[in-house]
């Protein structure tokens, strides 16, 4: 079963804009992490945030964790071309399984 | 450093006969799990192994087996294939001591249909 829910489905934005990405989970957690997919390099990871975290950055990502909502946001600034991909976020649970949300598709737009 | 190798990258069965997909974890890399995933849909854990040894099983049937090699590598067993059983199968490998609890670095994966 998933635990994760990414939102929305689907975003499709112009190239240069931020694209914004949410995730929702129904346990406690140890961490939440974000991974990419696209047809070229694979499944990704992006970055981890532990559960004792409130933001992290890297490089264009930004990630933010509220436990007390149980929910995450992947924000992605001045988006390119090559950040098209599926996004997912994966929680990992007390019993150490890594469980995965059904994804973002993002397209972004030249 | 070569990343996650998976073998074969493609493969057809028939309904009923068995498979075996081959991972080989990045080196140094003691942790190996397993997934999963349906077109459309997020990975599904199957299984974890750390050490040769079983760390954590997903909610898979029997027919699903798995195990790690002295040298770290993996095998993914599954019998009595279904039709449902086709998907993209995807190794990883961690180097955390903890397994899943640290980035998971993933491998091309391995497209299965069953017929």
């Known amino acids: 079963s998933q635990q994760g829910e990414e939102d929305p489905q689907a975003l499709s934005i112009q190239e240069g804009e931020n694209a914004t990405m949410n995730c929702s989970y129904k346990?406690?957690?140890?961490?939440l992490q974000w991974y990419r997919q696209n047809s070229g390099r694979g499944l990704v990871h992006l970055i981890l945030?532990?559960?004792n975290e409130r933001e992290k950055h890297s490089g264009r990502l930004r990630v933010t964790l509220d436990t007390s909502k149980k929910s995450s946001s992947l924000l992605i600034t001045a988006s390119r071309a090559a950040d098209t991909a599926s996004y997912f976020c994966?929680?990992?649970?007390?019993?150490?399984?890594?469980?995965w949300g059904a994804g973002t598709k993002l397209i972004i737009k030249p | 450093d070569a990343g996650v190798t998976q073998s074969p990258t493609h493969l057809i069965k028939t309904r009923g006969q068995h498979v075996t997909l081959r991972c080989s974890p990045i080196s140094g890399h003691k942790s190996v799990s397993w997934y999963q995933q349906v077109l459309g849909q997020g990975p599904q854990f199957i299984f974890q192994?750390?050490?040769?040894?079983?760390?954590g099983r997903g909610n898979f049937p029997d027919r699903f087996s798995a195990r790690q090699f002295p040298n770290y590598s993996s095998e993914l067993n599954v019998n009595a294939l279904l039709l449902g059983d086709s998907a993209l199968y995807l190794c990883?490998?961690?180097?955390?001591?903890?397994?899943?609890?640290?980035?998971?670095?993933f491998g091309p994966g391995t497209r299965l249909t069953v017929t």
């Open positions: 990883a490998s961690s180097l955390q001591t903890t397994g899943l609890l640290g980035e998971q670095y």
């Open positions: 945030i532990r559960s």
């Open positions: 192994y750390y050490e040769k040894e079983e760390r």
């Open positions: 994966a929680t990992v649970d007390s019993n150490y399984q890594l469980i």
């Open positions: 346990t406690s957690i140890n961490n």
